[in-house]
Nanobody, 126 residues
Framework: QVQLVESGGGLLQAGGSLRLSCAAS????????MGWFRQAPGKEREFVAA????????SYSDSVKGRFTISRDNAKNTVYLQMNSLKPEDTAVYYC???????????????????WGQGTQVTVSS
């Protein structure tokens, strides 16, 4: 079973940039679809971005499209979320997730993912 550990969260001002990392251990994740989700206080967890196993296909929520970029380095067993032009409404706990079955596709439905990290807090002040 793969384990996921997120890092890179923090506190910053609106307009700034941050890069989150999600390191996978336990088993190689090169065949897994990966996703980023977030949960703001008092709200349900929502989809942010997803990438297929090769990194050849990506998907983004409308709220982050054009500002966030998901990528992966299979040699390092790591997936990234580059976040630019951050807004206060991006404040949330960000979770990395893996669909631990080989897949060519990307998934925005959190029910498709069966492995989750512990989350990392991102706080954007106005």
């Amino acid at each position: 079973q793969v384990q996921l550990v997120e890092s890179g969260g923090g506190l910053l001002q609106a307009g700034g940039s941050l890069r989150l990392s999600c390191a996978a251990s336990g088993r190689t994740f090169s065949g897994y679809a990966m996703g980023w989700f977030r949960q703001a206080p008092g709200k349900e967890r929502e989809f942010v971005a997803a990438i297929n196993w090769r990194g050849s296909s990506r998907s983004y929520s409308d709220s982050v499209k054009g500002r966030f970029t998901i990528s992966r380095d299979n040699a390092k067993n790591t997936v990234y979320l580059q976040m630019n032009s951050l807004k206060p409404e991006d404040t949330a706990v960000y979770y990395c997730a893996a669909k631990s079955r080989p897949s060519f596709y990307v998934y925005s439905d959190e029910n498709e993912y069966d492995v989750w990290g512990q989350g990392t807090q991102v706080t954007v002040s106005s």
